[in-house]
């Protein structure tokens, strides 16, 4: 099991990024993945989920902002991120969740927003 986060980088607030989230794991289609962030000093806070339905939740800070996706096919977890603040300034981490209740974490991205 890997899964393998990328996408970040430094923008510009307003600015938007797109992250990925690779997973090389068994039964990609009926695990359910999240995206969670940690800033410096800060404990780790959820940010989006998505279920093998499809369905999503939103932490209330990224709610109309960023929209979680995935694409079975490619067994790819997306966080489209618009709008960005300085305060979504974070590493953020794919987390993915077997349906028989395995956990993995990914190794984390770097999102800095600028002001």
């Known amino acids: 099991v890997q899964l393998q986060a990328s996408g970040g980088g430094l923008v510009q607030a307003g600015g938007s990024l797109r992250l990925s989230c690779a997973a090389s794991?068994?039964?990609?289609?009926?695990?359910?993945f999240a995206w969670y962030r940690q800033a410096p000093g800060k404990e780790r806070e959820f940010v989006a989920r998505i279920s093998r339905g499809h369905s999503r939740d939103y932490a209330d800070s990224a709610e109309g902002r960023f929209t979680i996706s995935r694409d079975n096919a490619k067994n790819t977890v997306y966080l489209q991120m618009n709008s960005l603040k300085p305060e979504d300034t974070a590493t953020y981490y794919c987390?993915?969740?077997?349906?028989?209740?395995?956990?993995?974490w990914g190794q984390g991205t770097l999102v800095t927003v600028s002001s």
């Open positions: 987390k993915y969740t077997a349906h028989w209740g395995q956990i993995m």
């Open positions: 794991v068994r039964s990609f289609s009926s695990a359910g």
